[in-house]
């Protein structure tokens, strides 16, 4: 089972419609995943309306490198 999805994490979506509008933009969630009504898996995403399906986003983890002689 994969991790769910926490607020402030980063996101791309996938593999939808919205996916092909907003290609390449990230989006930090607004909430911690959660089940809706109907039984989906869903999270709210900072200046997105309404809440959108866990299923059609990828989290992004940024790695920044370390440069020498920094502490």
Do not use: I
């Not at 994490?9 to 809706?36: I, K, N, P, Q």
């Not at 009504?37 to 709210?44: D, L, M, N, S």
Request: aromatic share 12%; glycine share 12%; with cysteine.
């Amino acid at each position: 089972m994969r991790n769910l999805l926490k607020k402030g994490e980063l996101v791309v979506m996938h593999t939808c419609g919205e996916a092909e509008h907003y290609e390449g933009r990230l989006w930090v969630c607004g909430s911690d995943e959660f089940t809706d009504r109907a039984g989906h898996q869903v999270v709210f995403l900072e200046g997105f309306s309404g809440y959108f399906l866990a299923q059609f986003l990828q989290r992004v983890n940024f790695v920044m490198p370390v440069k020498e002689g920094a502490e």
